[in-house]
């Protein structure tokens, strides 16, 4: 194993990792959190959540950008994606854009629109790693031949 294949280990591994910690998040904050504390939970609570997932979201979206740039190029300069694998990443892409501009426009939301938000940014999220899995899967796919 060479320097580039440690890079692309690593870059992988930080690419997942920051997906499982801000999907981890939502779906605890939605499926624990808030309805551990019903229907008004109290107000330092949710700001504390808040601060939280302003970092994680920040930290997630460095960590995308360019693990993601360094993993797409890898992935369509060997040649081995086909169309239905260019499409797929778009729209995986795309869905991680909506995801980000969602979570954006959730921030400070309370009540009834944070748990909309919240629903939204859970399915968006397992959405997008389920593509992630069909891409992997057609990528080897097209390795084994």
Known sequence: MDATDLLL??????HALAAMIWIGAICFELLVALPAFGETPPEGVL??????MREIVQTSLIVFLVSGALLTFERLSRGAANTTYVWLLVLKVALALVMFQVGFRLRGARGARRVV???WLSGLGIAIVVL?????WIYERALIG
């Not at 280990?9 to 930080?14: F, K, P, T």
């Not at 700001?47 to 939280?52: L, N, Q, R, V």
């Not at 992630?132 to 992997?136: C, E, M, T």
């Open 9 to 14: 280990v690593a870059m992988r591994s930080l």
């Open 47 to 52: 700001s504390k959540f808040d601060g939280a």
């Open 117 to 119: 938000g919240l629903r």
């Open 132 to 136: 992630a899995s069909i891409l992997k």
